[in-house]
């Protein structure tokens, strides 16, 4: 069964160092999606992606963050300079026209 | 705006006996309904999705929920519980017929399964 999938399952950086989150999403699927899940809470919407361009973005998807699909296969959440509050479970999504979606197994972002 | 609030933060349950898991939701359009369930250390896998039709839905693992829309509801049950059951459940939404909208979650049920 085709899946979605991340790397890394876990990164540690440093406050103000750039990391890029990666993902596969499956490969007939046309919309992306980045949530975030900070410890204890809920799961919060940052981003959508189809065509390659940003279709929605939440508040919490500022300057700081941006999306890209590079090639035919990845696609990508860039924090260009992390907080410690970026430190969260990043999970990735993708879906057809049908609109469910698929969810990877997720990045565990720590700043410290 | 579209908003899911699961009333229950924690559930403890019995190994074999029933759960319900609540959520209601608001929107001012219609909606597609789902459920995840996140396993500890674990990813989001959808247990179930109410996109139309019947409003009875059933999913994975045994699960099931109804969709009421007079009341906007997308309860999920199971009728016997297991150990491996325990997790979080997540109720989530996103507009009808719109492909590439983002889910709304709810705040979440940790389901704790004693033995």
């Known amino acids: 069964e085709p899946e979605v999938t991340q790397t890394p399952s876990h990164q540690v950086t440093q406050m103000g160092q750039e990391v890029i989150l990666r993902c596969v999403p499956i490969s007939n699927h046309l919309y992306f999606y980045w949530y975030r899940q900070i410890l204890g809470q809920k799961v919060e919407f940052l981003v959508s992606f189809y065509n390659n361009e940003i279709s929605e973005k939440s508040e919490i998807f500022d300057d700081q963050f941006s999306v890209e699909r590079p090639d035919g296969s990845n696609f990508t959440l860039k924090i260009r300079s992390t907080k410690l509050e970026d430190s969260a479970m990043y999970f990735c999504?993708?879906?057809?026209?049908?609109?469910?979606?698929?969810f990877g197994p997720g990045t565990r972002l720590t700043v410290t | 705006a579209q908003s899911v609030t699961q009333l229950d933060s924690q559930v403890p349950v019995f190994e074999e006996a029933p759960v319900e898991l609540r959520c209601n939701y608001s929107?001012?359009?219609?909606?597609?309904l789902f459920w995840y369930v996140q396993y500890p250390n674990q990813g989001l896998q959808l247990l179930l999705k109410y996109l139309s039709g019947s409003t009875l839905v059933k999913g994975i693992n045994g699960f099931e929920a109804e969709f009421n829309k007079s009341q906007t509801s997308f309860h999920l049950r199971k009728p016997s519980v297991h150990i491996s059951d325990t997790a979080e459940y997540f109720c989530?939404?996103?507009?009808?017929?719109?492909?590439?909208?983002?889910?709304?979650f709810g705040g979440g049920t940790r389901v704790l399964v004693k033995p």
């Open positions: 999504a993708s879906s057809d026209s049908l609109g469910e979606q698929y």
């Open positions: 989530a939404v996103s507009d009808f017929g719109a492909a590439g909208n983002k889910l709304t």
């Open positions: 929107s001012s359009v219609s909606v597609y």
